[in-house]
């Protein structure tokens, strides 16, 4: 799954550092999440949409099958 959250994260000059502590998850979680290379929890999901003031749609995109 694509998402925005390299773009989210530098409009709002953070590091992954950053992102991570905010949303109470390592920067390991906070970088592989950000490289697509791991979905979120839909929980987690809610969580970052939540910080950026954006639904999960916006935040998160699907790869169509």
Wanted: charged share 30%.
């Amino acid at each position: 799954m694509k998402n925005r959250l390299k773009v989210l994260r530098a409009e709002r000059d953070w590091t992954q550092a950053d992102l991570a502590s905010a949303l109470q998850v390592s920067r390991q979680t906070a970088n592989a999440i950000e490289k697509g290379k791991f979905d979120p929890s839909l929980p987690l999901a809610i969580k970052i949409a939540r910080l950026f003031n954006l639904t999960v749609e916006e935040v998160f995109i699907v790869d169509e099958v």
